[in-house]
């Protein structure tokens, strides 16, 4: 109990603090920093910024026909566990209670089994992702340390979430409290490695939007 | 007839017969022994065909000396324990042991109950159990309770020195309860953190099921031994499995069928007060097999969620109505400064990126002899 | 005897636990047929909702024997359809189940006198006789008489 306590406690509250605090600083020391404008007159056929921003967060959701069908797998099963990780987060009760404890808003939930079996594929999933990387000679040369790191804290909230549900191994609120933790390790570790793309993509889109669109490529 | 206060006056019979004896004067027949014996079984979660040992053990026993200490408490404990109205099975426990000493229910006060304490300490030396209800108070040398000019420590300390075994009723006396909850001012301590060198039996629960108390203490009677305890010196009959394991809402939490608020809809069909607050994943106790009142209900049937009142510290689980999956504390109080130090180390470092990039551009200007000319950023 | 105010949602639900019980029973029967060890099922430790142990008592019906017994409130001993398999029922306070089992047995314990109540019966029918007989003597003795069942 004793463990539960202080992973609902102070745990969670100093992995919040650092959350915020460090996507914060991310946010604000990116933005600060200098940029190199160009001052270059644009194409003829330049659309304005935000339009431009836009669709190319939207266009690269998709790969260039030219590249599909060697990325197919890792795009497939990208979209299959970021999809599955936000139907566990924000579609299943006692998360959407964590939710509405904090921000005092809620809304519906989908059923516990149903949860259970995407939390299934989606660890299934994750794990395809690392075998793809670990096989990969180019990719295997090129992983670095928060490219293993950010794997694991995304990868354990859903295996001790999986274990909690089924109550296997030790006591319930232990259980509990290991995947609590695993949510603190992963809140805390979110801002510094490269999961902070969860804020980022959109940014580095619109800014490669916007420089390519300045030089009139038609995206 | 079996009556508290009787028990309360002490053996009525000379302290070397059994039970069995002593009781058959007084219309307590073999049969009946038997009786309380398959309820005992029952309620222990042994076979049934334990009850003849039980019977057996229970016959066979000297009558039990019990010193009945309380200290931090309410109270709630003994008023489980006992029961007004008809005398039955549940109630024959009080005629196998003597209440050789009990604040609430003895007729004896002052002086004179003091003596009645020493007396049965001296007279069933290494043979008596001391129940003890209510936790004790550490701080100012134990100060905040005195009873008969004597700090609760003292009395403790001394009363268990000859003591066979010690159970711990209630969750103040085992885990230190509501006087140990935040900010705990009387330095509130479990008696299992004071008495270290004899066996303590912890029967948690605000206030613990009564034939929790009265089942361990008939197995004691029966078997002379301790029963079998978890990692937090409960008996495994009655705190080996949780609610959430036994609960009849269950299904519901599988489903993903969840009450709303108190007396909902939902509520009424039946369904898991998770988002209520129901603390029963976490709570190891018997209320959901043996229930309350003699099986008519336990709080989550009558539809409020499970407190958790067996385990250690659970006042301080964050709120009786906030539901497991949330923060215990209020993360979002330090939004605000963490952002601002964010946004503080943010800046700070920008501008000292920047500040150093300018050195080094106007350096390298200079070196250039070129017309310092910044880069306008 | 029916437990009151129980959520409304498990009353009249059966769950299939009064087969279950029953297969036990059986087991338990032919056992005591074959060899003659006798043997038990707690009901009370059991997930049986009010529709069960209804389902329960019909199915295994009464037989020939019925006993009320009163001590430290009132039990019930009735032999079921089937010799051998007996329903004992425990009740405590306010007539609610304290503990009940299905005694595969030839008779179930509570129902016999135990050694010790029979000397001391014994006992007390020779004083009480003692006492008929020598009306004017002064009866010897130290025991309470009373018998102080509830």
Partial sequence: ?219 | MSDKNAAARGPVAPANTTLGEALSDRGVSRRTFLKFASYTASILALPPTAATAIAQGLANARRQSVIWLSFQECTGCTESITRAGTPSIEDLIFDFISLDYHHTLQNASGHAAEEARHTAMRENAGEYIVVVDGSVPLKDDGIYSTIAGISNLQMLEETVRDAFAVISVGSCAAFGGIPGAYPNPTGAVPISEIITDKPVINISGCPPIPEAMTGTIAYLLSFAALPELDHLGRPKAFFGEAIHDRCYRRPFYERGMFAKSFDDEGARQGWCLYEVGCKGPVTYNACATLKWNNGVSFPIQSGHGCLGCSEPGFWDMGGFYKPLSTAKNDPLKWAGGAAVAGAAVGATSAFAARSLRNKSLKAAAAAANAPATEEKE | MPRDDRATCLDATTTGMALSVMAEVCRLLEALAASGQPGAVDLRSLPLTDADRQQLEDLLGRGEVRADLELAGRSEVWETAYPGAWWVRHLGADDRIASEEIAVCPVPEILQAHPDDIRAGARRLSQDLAALQAPAAPVPGDTNQETTHV
Avoid: C
């Avoid at chain 1, 936000?86 to 209670?97: G, K, Q």
């Avoid at chain 1, 079996?117 to 340390?145: E, G, W, Y």
């Fill in chain 1, 1 to 219: 109990m004793e463990l539960l306590e202080f992973a609902r406690g102070p745990a969670l509250t100093f992995a919040i603090v650092v959350f915020i605090a460090g996507v914060v600083f991310r946010i604000t020391s990116l933005f600060l920093m200098w940029r190199t404008r160009d001052t270059s007159t644009g194409s003829a056929r330049e659309r304005p910024v935000f339009v431009a921003a836009l669709r190319e967060i939207a266009r690269r959701m998709w790969p260039e026909s030219v590249y599909k069908r060697q990325t197919m797998f890792q795009l497939v099963n990208g979209y299959v566990f970021h999809i599955g990780l936000a139907i566990i987060v924000f579609l299943l009760l006692p998360h959407i209670l964590f939710f509405k404890d904090l921000f005092g808003i809620s809304w519906p939930h989908l059923p516990n089994n149903l949860i259970y079996a995407v939390s299934v594929i989606t660890a299934v999933s994750l794990i395809a992702a690392l075998l793809m990387r670990m096989s990969n000679p180019a990719q295997r040369i090129i992983s670095t340390f928060d490219d293993y790191f950010s794997w694991f804290v995304t990868f354990l909230p859903v295996i001790t979430g999986l274990i909690a549900t089924s109550h296997l191994g030790a006591r319930y609120e232990t259980l509990l409290a290991l995947h609590i933790l695993s949510v603190a390790l992963l809140l805390v570790w979110l801002p510094f490695g490269k999961l902070m793309h969860w804020f980022l993509v959109f940014v580095t889109r619109s800014q490669t939007g916007a420089h390519l669109n300045h030089r009139g490529a038609q995206l």
